[in-house]
């Protein structure tokens, strides 16, 4: 999960790219150097995507917080993204993704900045929302 203080969804990743993570500096002012990449990541293909179907995932997710059968929840603004980025959330995701091999079962959440204590309790129920739905397709498709 990250934060995306630019993003004002709830938004589930499809992909991550292998390239760009150089171009960065983190807090000790070291970026992971190509030399890195390709020793760790060798051939790797240039982009890896889940193997779960967002599509559904993001129904369900946005049917179970709009109330389904009249709980009556606020409507909140979920979506399926390819926009990880290429800083530590993208560099996060493709690490995860190479390495569950051929089956991703992986989603990445990022979230938009959260102020308030009831904005915390919607994130809350929003992530919540998401675990369910990503078992409920992940349960549907495992076997496939």
């Known amino acids: 999960m990250g934060l995306d203080e630019g993003r004002t969804f709830f938004g589930i990743e499809r992909s991550a790219a292998r390239e760009g993570y150089h171009q960065n500096l983190d807090i000790d002012r070291k970026v992971f150097t190509k030399a890195e990449k ?6 790797a293909p240039e ?6 179907n967002l599509e559904e995932t993001q129904v369900r997710w946005q049917r179970s917080l709009r109330g389904g059968k009249g709980k009556g929840r606020v409507d ?18 493709y690490a995860t993704l190479k390495a569950m091999g051929d089956r991703r079962d992986v989603v990445f959440l990022h979230v938009p900045q959260l102020k308030t204590e009831g904005a915390l309790e919607t994130g809350l129920e929003v992530t919540t929302a998401l675990i369910t739905a990503v078992v409920e397709v992940w349960l549907e498709t495992k076997d496939g």
């Open 38 to 43: 390709k020793k760790l990541w060798g051939k």
């Open 47 to 52: 982009k890896l995507t889940t193997s779960l």
């Open 76 to 93: 909140v603004d979920v979506r399926v993204s390819d926009d990880v980025g290429d800083f530590v959330c993208g560099f996060i995701y």
